[in-house]
């Protein structure tokens, strides 16, 4: 990777040692379905939700033969909830009937699923599988072209430049460094350029001292 790329991953990771995903689950399914409900939503309310999501419906199984109207009410403080009940079963019928139960573990599969974009399976593959994926949301959009890293906000082309930028290897925990320091640091608005850890190499033309 160039210098640009290698200062702002130590940087970040000095900033933030422990990356780790901030949706509670316990298996690959219940990881799919936190990521479907986080959509437009905070990773805290789907937190909120899915205990008592997954005790009425612990598998794909269940999922599937689910009353979408009984769904839509346990998921309603997610938001969009009546198009996520509708995908969340017709995603779990897939799941049993094209992948006998098992969440897949390609991209191509993953995304074939309702409800499923890339980042999603991207999610699924980097957080549950742990192989190599890079997803990317909103908040490393922000950060990547507030960096200068990328000026795009198509998402597949960051996925790609950042790719490009940095090997295999560190796509992982590339992503968890961008999103929580978007998260918590370089956020849309409240954001600190004076103390922040990368401001010299921040490219962003809004900066302001706070």
């Not at 979408?68 to 009937?97: F, H």
């Not at 192989?131 to 990547?144: E, Y």
Request: net charge positive; with cysteine.
């Amino acid at each position: 990777m160039d210098k640009i790329a290698k200062d702002i991953y130590t940087k970040l990771k000095k900033l933030i040692p422990n990356l780790e995903c901030e949706l509670n689950y316990n298996n690959i399914f219940e990881l799919i379905v936190a990521v479907v409900l986080s959509a437009q939503c905070t990773d805290k309310r789907v937190n909120m939700v899915t205990p008592a999501l997954f005790a009425k419906y612990p598998d794909c199984y269940s999922m599937s033969r689910a009353n979408e109207e009984e769904l839509q009410e346990i998921i309603r403080p997610c938001g969009t909830y009546k198009i996520k009940a509708k995908n969340l079963i017709s995603m779990s019928k897939d799941i049993v009937e094209r992948y006998n139960g098992q969440v897949p573990r390609t991209i191509e599969e993953l995304t074939s699923l309702a409800g499923v974009g890339r980042k999603t399976a991207s999610v699924v593959l980097a957080e549950g599988y742990k192989i190599p994926a890079l997803p990317v949301d909103t908040h490393i959009l922000r950060v990547t072209n507030r960096l200068g890293l990328v000026h795009t906000n198509d998402p597949n082309a960051v996925e790609e430049c950042l790719k490009s930028m940095y090997e295999e290897k560190y796509w992982i925990e590339l992503h968890y460094l961008l999103l929580l320091f978007g998260r918590y640091h370089c956020k849309a608005v409240g954001y600190n350029c004076r103390d922040c850890v990368v401001k010299d190499i921040c490219k962003y033309d809004k900066k302001v001292e706070k």
